[in-house]
Structures are given as structure tokens and as C-alpha cells.
């Protein structure tokens, strides 16, 4: 079998180490050999495919062509016009409700569970950093990182192609449903104050990205003129800091609902927006978010451009 492709230069990943056997010159796993490595070959074969990256680009597309939407759907709440939800769903709703509609959705469904196969698949590049003592913790914030971001984006597919099929759901109804289900069982409070720290440390980890700019790893910069590289980076901040706000709210609205047990609150990303805009000077606040969402959503778009799905580089 042939040896796996080098990994770029502008990032080292780990090397699995182990003590040297007999005639070894040193601890590296060897690459070649061995019921694991060889699924690992085969697996990165279909995840590494220029066709697979090729649908994954139309994934991305939709990602941001989604937030697009959002970030409208914001406005018209801020606004007070009757629309549906701020929030994934209501975007599929409202690419439902054009002509082609059908056609579009399962595009977007196709595109997105590509999108995360082909995510899940960096996991592939960093699975032997988990057996290094060294690199180890750094390895499985990388790979659950990966996976997560790969969930995402599956249920985003899957939820598409639902659509597709006149499937359709209110994601804040069913959380709230959810969420009272959950308080019913015996420590059914303690499981979602966890998802709701859970969501909070996701809001507050992006929001860190969009300050600090650590979402640019995920662009292929070498490809991507420089001139455009500025307003890439603003739009990303922009987005990730708008992002970051939103998600943190709908985890402390899931926090307040295990507490008063009043599961109205548990409603999501649309619960957080109509939180926003209930408050004082809220439709500027909301506007502001939605200007963000809209942001994100053409990063993201740059992004299917130049994709770079390495986290690390």
C-alpha cells in the first residue's frame, strides 16, 4: 500500500509514538500495516475525494445561503412584520416557499450531509495524536471539534431533505417539547442545566473565534487573493461575534427554563432573537445581530470558495 499523503507544511499534526521494538530507530507508529491503519487508508480515500470536496463546496454555499436567509428573517422581526421563525428552520421554510423549492432543498440536504462527511473526515488526519501522551488533549479537542461541527451540519442535511419531502417541523416547538419531556424524568433538571452550560460554552467559544480571528484557519489563504483576505476577516468577526451572542442567549434561556420550570423560554435560536428584540432599543439591537448573521453567511460563502476544512493550520 502506498504511503498516505504528506500533511501541509503549515501545520505540523502529531505523531503517535510508542516505545521502540527491537531493530526500531524510533517510537513512530508505523503508518503502513494493520487492520486500523488500512480502514483509516480506505475511509480517507472516500473522504478525501475531489468529488466528495466538490458537493461539501455546494454544502458550504447552502451553510451560507442559510444564514443569508436568517439574517433577513431578523430584520422582519426587528421590523414587527409577521414571518416565519428566525432560525434554520424558518430559512428552509422560506426556500420551501419559492419556485423550485423542492429541488432547492434537496440540493441544500445533499450538500450539507457532504458537507459532513466530508468535515468528519479530518478526524481521519488526527486519530493517531490520541495515542501520544504529548498531543493527546490537543487531539481530542480537535477531533470532538470536528465531529460536532460534522452534526451540525448533518442535521442541517437531514432536516433539508425532510423539507424536501413536506416533512416540516417548528424546531422551537420541538425543543420546548423536548425540554418538558426532560423535566418529567427523575434528574431531568440536571440534563439540561448540562445543555444549556453546553450551549453557553459553544456561544462563548465562538465569540472567542470571532475576536481573536481563529476562523480564518478555515480559509485556504494561499489560494484566496490577498485583497480580499481584509474583508473576509471583518465579515468573519462580524458574523462569529453575532453568532457567539445569539447561541449564549438561547443557552441561558434553556438555563431559566430548568429553573422555573416554564419551558416557554426553551425556543432556540428564534426564542433568542425574540428575547432581543423585546428589550429596550431591541430592533436596533436585533438589526445589529442580523447584520451579523448576513455577514457570516458571506464568510461562509468565501469560505466554499476557498475551503480549508483543516482546523489547524
Not at 431533505?161 to 427523575?186: N, P, Q
Request: proline residues 6%; negative net charge.
Amino acid at each position: 500500500m502506498a504511503d498516505p499523503p504528506p500533511p501541509r507544511p503549515s501545520w505540523p499534526r502529531p505523531e503517535a509514538r510508542r516505545e521502540p521494538a527491537n531493530g526500531e530507530e524510533d517510537g513512530v507508529l508505523p503508518l503502513q500495516g494493520g487492520r486500523v491503519h488500512r480502514l483509516v487508508e480506505h475511509a480517507r480515500e472516500v473522504t478525501d475525494h475531489p468529488l466528495l470536496e466538490a458537493v461539501a463546496r455546494v454544502g458550504l454555499v447552502a451553510y451560507g445561503v442559510l444564514h443569508l436567509l436568517i439574517g433577513w428573517l431578523a430584520v422582519q422581526l426587528a421590523r414587527g412584520i409577521d414571518r416565519t421563525d428566525a432560525d434554520q428552520t424558518g430559512a428552509l421554510q422560506a426556500v420551501a416557499g419559492t419556485p423550485g423549492g423542492t429541488v432547492l432543498l434537496v440540493l441544500i440536504g445533499l450538500g450539507m450531509l457532504s458537507l459532513a462527511l466530508w468535515q468528519a473526515g479530518e478526524v481521519l488526519l488526527w486519530w493517531h495524536g490520541l495515542l501520544d501522551p504529548q498531543h493527546r488533549w490537543r487531539a481530542a479537542f480537535v477531533c470532538v471539534k470536528c465531529l460536532a461541527k460534522a452534526a451540525v451540519y448533518g442535521v442541517l442535511g437531514t432536516t433539508g431533505l425532510l423539507f424536501a419531502l413536506g416533512l416540516e417541523y417548528e424546531a422551537d416547538e420541538r425543543l420546548r417539547d423536548l425540554t418538558d419531556e426532560t423535566l418529567d424524568v427523575r434528574g431531568g433538571a440536571l440534563l439540561v442545566y448540562a445543555v444549556a452550560a453546553g450551549v453557553v460554552a459553544v456561544g462563548l467559544y465562538t465569540l472567542v473565534r470571532g475576536l481573536t480571528g481563529g476562523f480564518m484557519k478555515d480559509i485556504d489563504l494561499p489560494a484566496a487573493p490577498d485583497r480580499w483576505e481584509p474583508a473576509i476577516e471583518a465579515l468573519g468577526r462580524v458574523g462569529y461575534v453575532a453568532k457567539g451572542i445569539a447561541f449564549g442567549l438561547v443557552g441561558v434561556l434553556l438555563w431559566r427554563a430548568a429553573t422555573t420550570a416554564d419551558v416557554s423560554t426553551a425556543t432556540g435560536l428564534d426564542g433568542a432573537m425574540t428575547a432581543i428584540a423585546s428589550v429596550t432599543a431591541g430592533p436596533w439591537l436585533l438589526g445589529a445581530v442580523a447584520t451579523g448573521f448576513a455577514a457570516f453567511g458571506v464568510y461562509a460563502l468565501a469560505r466554499a470558495r476557498f475551503p480549508d476544512r483543516d482546523p489547524s493550520s
